[in-house]
């Protein structure tokens, strides 16, 4: 998905929880930040998505292991949940709903208000405008 990304501190090789887990254990850790992301799993590694996670990363589980030892994930049920997730990054559910919003408001933009509008009593925009309050008020 072009465009996607998940934020990641510019100092986040300074903290001394990264340092401790060693470059492969933080290279999991920014790998698994971006496949969580990807698959809108609001921070969540189920433990059959580790495996491709960490391809060609020696030892991984131990890596893993030591990833939740130091606070940076925590155990959660048949997988993981990545401890800081909602500090920098919003709910799946939250984005799909402000996502699915902005379209709503380019098709009232569209197709209610453009010169040829035609606005719509059903169309909740039109409505809290004052676009359509007579077409409203007659339902």
């Known amino acids: ?4 990304y998940v934020p990641l501190d510019v100092n986040y090789a300074d903290d001394d929880k990264i340092i401790a887990a060693g470059p492969l254990g933080e290279l999991l850790y920014v790998r698994a930040l971006a496949f969580v992301k990807r698959a809108d799993a609001d921070g969540h590694i189920r433990a059959n998505q580790l495996p491709a996670i960490a391809l060609r990363i020696p030892r991984w589980r131990q890596h893993a292991d030591r990833l939740v030892e130091l606070g940076l994930w925590e155990v959660d049920g ?3 949940f990545i401890s800081a997730w909602f500090k920098r990054n919003q709910a799946a559910s939250e984005l799909h709903h402000a996502k699915s919003e902005a379209g709503l408001i380019g098709n009232h ?3 209610h208000l453009l010169p040829t509008g035609n606005p719509s009593p ?3 925009f039109c409505v809290a405008n004052g676009v ?8």
């Not at 359509?132 to 339902?139: E, L, N, S, V």
């Open 1 to 4: 998905m072009p465009g996607l």
């Open 78 to 80: 048949d997988g993981w």
């Open 109 to 111: 933009r569209r197709w």
């Open 122 to 124: 059903d169309c909740k």
């Open 132 to 139: 359509a309050p007579a077409i409203a008020a007659d339902r």
